[in-house]
């Protein structure tokens, strides 16, 4: 039973990980272009802040 119960814990975890390889870059184009269609009241504090300042005023990149 124990093996089971692992098993299934890796392989959420692996399904975890390939979600989060496909979400864009955070400031790059088509993350910006993600988040213009994305609701504002679902956006988080540091959407906000990446927003503002990758795709509005375009800071470069340290």
């Given at each position: 039973?124990?093996?089971?119960g692992?098993a299934?814990?890796g392989?959420?975890?692996a399904?975890?990980?390939l979600?989060a390889?496909?979400e864009?870059?955070?400031?790059?184009?088509?993350?910006c272009?993600?988040?213009?269609?994305?609701?504002?009241g679902?956006?988080t504090?540091?959407?906000?802040?990446?927003?503002?300042?990758?795709c509005?005023?375009?800071?470069?990149?340290?």
């Amino acid at each position: 039973m124990r093996a089971t119960g692992l098993a299934k814990w890796g392989a959420a975890a692996a399904l975890l990980a390939l979600a989060a390889a496909c979400e864009p870059e955070v400031g790059s184009d088509e993350w910006c272009a993600g988040m213009e269609e994305k609701p504002k009241g679902e956006w988080t504090l540091n959407e906000t802040a990446e927003f503002t300042k990758n795709c509005i005023i375009k800071m470069p990149k340290e």
